[in-house]
């Protein structure tokens, strides 16, 4: 009888199945940093066409400086659209009164003498363009905008690659999620989504302004204005120190702070003096009403990780962080809100993703916003800056440059 060894991999085998998982490896390799080399290379576009576009508006108002720039409140887009209010374009982020978009037809987006997608007319300066620049993409994720108040104004682009998107960060302006250019860069950016942006830079007095444009500004109450209750040091400039007793900030409803059935991101830096056993809200909607049984909440869990929670009648979703929110150090928390239940949502902590998980869409009126509550229980203790809400949801590059610009 024989017996037959089982026959095994030769050497020369083993050397074309290393080849070829090296093959692929540098295919994979080529692959992604192609997409990432266009994306930078759009990028770069961007940033060029930007400052040539700036410089063009500098020389027009160093030959005239009384120069009409355009009608105050337009968002001016370089998407082109047969509609002047870019009805074409319906996933653009919302925007409210007393903004409203502007596009120019297909036929003339593109001309310099005024009826372009640019209000003013180039065709007479020493700076001028054969054609206005467009986003390389230009559609209704990426394009350009051009918005003026009285004689100031204010140029974006959003970058698609991280590489670029420290631009966005570092360009001295609000929006950290927008290139922006221009002689006050203090100005609104409604066509980000933000609604209420409070950065809490009074360092005095009982209001905080609301800098998304949409004067959502919040009414201190019970603050004693100590070292632990009042204006303190923030995460960036001042910010906002609760007692864990009776501190609250709180914001009147509004059309602009509507968050039922849309998608939305919360966004809040915080300091915590303490860790605690017990639920500490930071940011909520709706928590008062006596006429509806809705409501929204934001802040920490009583294993101290972040939480999100949808209270609809009848019941309640939300999601529950696995990172511990320690006492002592800053924490960056971004909440990212779909209105369809077959998207996730998501919670980033310091710029990395926590959690994710399905949950209601929710459905509440667009109550008052507070920072902590007005009560004893349930009272955050601690400092809190940079507060944000979006009309839209963030994607993980967004709420990575939103963590590094609290850290730049």
Not at 25 to 35: E, G, M, R, S
Not at 161 to 182: H, K, R, T, V, W
Not at 188 to 211: A, H, R
Request: charged content about 15%; some cysteine; glycine content about 8%.
């Amino acid at each position: 009888m024989k017996f037959f060894k089982p026959k095994g991999f030769t050497i020369i085998e083993i050397l074309i199945v290393l080849f070829v998982i090296s093959v692929l490896a540098v295919i994979l390799f080529f692959a992604f940093n192609t997409t990432d080399i266009i994306k930078r290379t759009r990028d770069a576009k961007r940033l060029n066409d930007l400052q040539a576009i700036n410089s063009a508006i500098q020389a027009l108002l160093n030959q005239n400086p009384e120069i009409n720039l355009g009608t105050d409140n337009l968002v001016y887009l370089s998407l082109p659209d047969s509609n002047p209010n870019c009805s074409s374009y319906p996933n653009l982020p919302p925007i409210f009164s007393p903004f409203s978009y502007r596009c120019a037809s297909t036929s003339t987006f593109r001309k310099t003498d005024g009826n372009g997608w640019l209000p003013l007319n180039f065709s007479s300066s020493l700076f001028s363009f054969s054609s206005l620049p467009i986003d390389p993409l230009n559609n209704g994720d990426y394009f350009y905008v051009y918005f003026k108040q009285g004689n100031k104004y204010k140029l974006t682009a959003r970058m698609e690659s991280e590489a670029f998107g420290y631009q966005m960060i570092n360009d001295g302006g609000i929006e950290p999620l927008l290139y922006e250019l221009g002689n006050d860069l203090s100005l609104p950016t409604p066509q980000s989504g933000l609604v209420l942006y409070l950065p809490f830079e009074e360092g005095t007095g009982t209001i905080t302004y609301d800098l998304s444009g949409y004067n959502n500004n919040g009414t201190l109450y019970n603050f004693n204005f100590t070292t632990s209750s009042g204006w303190v040091k923030g995460k960036i400039g001042w910010g906002l120190a609760f007692d864990g007793v009776d501190d609250y900030v709180s914001v009147a409803t509004s059309t602009t702070l509507d968050l039922r059935n849309k998608d939305f991101s919360v966004i809040y830096w915080i300091y915590r003096f303490s860790t605690t056993s017990n639920y500490q809200r930071v940011f909520s909607q709706n928590e008062e009403s006596s006429t509806d049984c809705t409501n929204l909440n934001f802040g920490i869990s009583n294993s101290d990780t972040a939480y999100f929670d949808i209270y609809n009648c009848g019941g309640t979703t939300g999601l529950r962080g696995t990172i511990f929110l320690n006492k002592n150090q800053w924490w960056n928390l971004v909440f990212v809100n779909n209105k369809s239940t077959s998207i996730n949502d998501y919670v980033f902590v310091n710029g990395k993703l926590d959690i994710n998980g399905y949950r209601d869409p929710y459905q509440g009126p667009p109550g008052d916003i507070k920072l902590s509550v007005p009560w004893t229980a349930y009272q955050f203790y601690g400092v809190i800056d940079e507060v944000r809400v979006y009309l839209r949801s963030l994607n993980n590059l967004e709420a990575k440059l939103i963590y590094l610009y609290g850290i730049k």
